[in-house]
């Protein structure tokens, strides 16, 4: 088991930056990705980025492509999450995924962060 706890959410007016903090805990030498996903009131969870544990390879939501950036800290078992020129847009709870490297679907989740971008 892999235990997830997010950290660094809050509220930011338009065009301003948060940094989502992630810490994994528990049987993460199996790691094999870890990423964030959001959820706005009345829509569906949407993926927003992902980072490859051992080679970094990235991935993002072309929403948030050249905005957002996805790093880790292998030694201290953390991903983070840099997001700039936030809109409303991206207020969402954003979740912390994590996914074992056999696995090709996240099947750890944080508890999620409020993310809340003022116009």
């Known amino acids: 088991q892999v235990q997830l706890v997010e950290s660094g959410g809050g509220l930011v007016q338009t065009g301003g930056s948060l940094r989502l903090s992630c810490k994994a805990s528990?049987?993460?030498?199996?790691?094999?990705?870890m990423g964030w996903f959001r959820q706005a009131p009345g829509k569906e969870r949407e993926f927003v980025t992902s980072?490859?544990?051992?080679?970094?390879?990235?991935d993002y939501a072309l929403s948030v492509k050249g905005r957002f950036t996805i790093s880790r800290d292998r030694a201290k078992n953390t991903v983070y999450l840099q997001m700039d020129s936030l809109k409303p847009e991206d207020t969402a709870v954003y979740y912390c995924?994590?996914?074992?490297?056999?696995?090709?679907?996240?099947?750890?989740w944080g508890q999620g962060t409020q993310v809340t971008v003022s116009s």
């Open positions: 995924a994590a996914r074992n490297y056999d696995d090709s679907t996240f099947n750890y």
């Open positions: 528990g049987r993460t030498f199996s790691t094999g990705a």
């Open positions: 980072i490859n544990w051992s080679g970094g390879n990235t």
